[in-house]
Structure formats: C-alpha cells, structure tokens
C-alpha cells in the first residue's frame, strides 16, 4: 500500500501565476478530501468527494479554486491566478466511505511571491 | 454544527512520564468516530488512535489510550511512558458516520503542542 501519493512536495510560484496540485488517492478508497493548513486558520476542509463527485466545496475561499477528480485514481486542485495570501500546507486525504479515519498524503507547501 | 475544541494550547512532558491531552466536541448526533491524529515537524499527518461512539470501552494503541466519556463529550488521549518521538502536535478530530454528504468530513480541533523534555 503506497498510501496517499501528493506532487509536488513543494512549490514556490509567484503571484498571478497558476498552481496544479496533484493526489493519488489509496486503491480502493472511494472519498477524497483537499485540506489545507495555516497557522492562523488550522486545517480547513477545501472539498470533498465521493465517488468522484464533489460533495461539499463549501470550503473553497473563491472562484481563483477549483478541483477535479475525473477518475477514482486521480485529484487536482488548481489555483488561478495565485495569491500571497494562498501560501499554506494542501493535504489530500483519501478514506473508504463514511469509515473510520482518512488517510492523509504528506503535503504541498505552497509558498507564492 | 459540530466543533471540536482542544483548550491546550501546549503541552509538556518528561520522558518516561505520562501525559493527557483534553478534547472536547459539540455534536447533536449518537453516531460518529473520533480521532486523535499526531503531526511531527515533518507535518504528516499520522493516525493514532480512533473511536467508535458506539463503544463504551475506551480504546488504546500501545502506550496511547483515550478516555472517552459520551455524556459529556470529552476524548482525551493518555500517553503513557513519554518518547521523544512523540513531541509533535496532536489534533483531535470528529467525523460523523450518518450516511452521505457533507456529513463526512473530519472536523478537526485546533492541535495541542507536545513537547518531551529529555
């Protein structure tokens, strides 16, 4: 079990440019879920899907974010144009179902100029 | 909605020693897992223990156990024999297990910070 596969590990842009970050989810699972993490905000949920479906994007600060899961083996999450103020830890997570804990990857640091 | 609330900022400990993290929730549901998960400096996020709500007995992973008290919505994590290697931020998290939606989401607590003096 490779786990949770997040690329890259970090990325450094400058300010208006676009971000794609990438996640693999675990075989098998079936929700997948984009947070991201600051000091000032904690670890805060961007979107949810299950089955491939965006379930909850609630979370997503504005229309600069989106993400995609066209297949079950396959997430991105996409910021454009980027902002100082994006710079933070995106985890993708991946869990089976409503079951138990989620399973996260190890993280893009985003850092933007 | 559901909270989850860790009033421990910091935390410290000597090795050896035995420490307990305090959480505590808000939820309306019966229904639901709880989770302490722990971020070393390296900020994966590792899973350490979880709870069933429908459980009454308290789980435990080797030196970590919780004590999990549904009426009053408390699950705080005991480390027993302190390492080194558990210096790290431990965030405790709720996710509800009703089915479908928006519902399953982990809501996280805002992480305690560990520290084992040597």
């Known amino acids: 079990d490779a786990g949770v596969i997040q690329s890259p590990r970090h990325e450094v842009t400058e300010m208006g440019q676009e971000v794609t970050l990438r996640c693999k989810p675990i075989s098998g699972h079936n929700s997948l879920f984009w947070y991201r993490q600051t000091m000032m905000r904690g670890l805060e949920l961007l979107i949810y899907?299950?089955?491939?479906?965006?379930?909850?994007d609630s979370g997503m600060p504005e229309d600069r974010f989106s993400a995609k899961m066209p297949n079950a083996s396959f997430s991105t999450l996409k910021i454009q144009p980027s902002e100082p103020r994006d710079s933070a830890v995106y985890f993708c997570a991946s869990s089976l179902a409503r079951l138990g804990g989620l399973h996260f990857g190890n993280g893009t640091r985003l850092t933007v100029t | 909605a559901q909270t989850v609330t860790q009033s421990q900022p910091e935390m410290s400990v000597q090795e050896a020693e035995t420490v307990t993290l305090s959480c505590t929730y808000d939820t309306s549901e019966s229904d639901y897992y709880l989770f302490w998960y722990k971020q070393p400096p390296s900020r994966q996020m590792i899973l350490v223990i979880r709870?069933?709500?429908?459980?009454?007995q308290n789980a435990t992973e080797n030196r970590f156990s919780v004590n999990f008290q549904k009426a009053a919505k408390s699950f705080s994590l005991k480390i027993s024999d302190s390492q080194l290697g558990d210096a790290a931020m431990y965030f405790c998290?709720?996710?509800?297990?009703?089915?479908?939606?928006?519902?399953?989401?982990?809501?996280f607590g805002t992480g305690t910070l560990l520290a084992v003096q040597p």
């Open positions: 899907f299950n089955n491939n479906v965006p379930i909850d």
């Open positions: 998290a709720y996710r509800s297990q009703r089915y479908g939606g928006a519902t399953n989401k982990l809501i």
């Open positions: 709870q069933e709500a429908y459980k009454q």
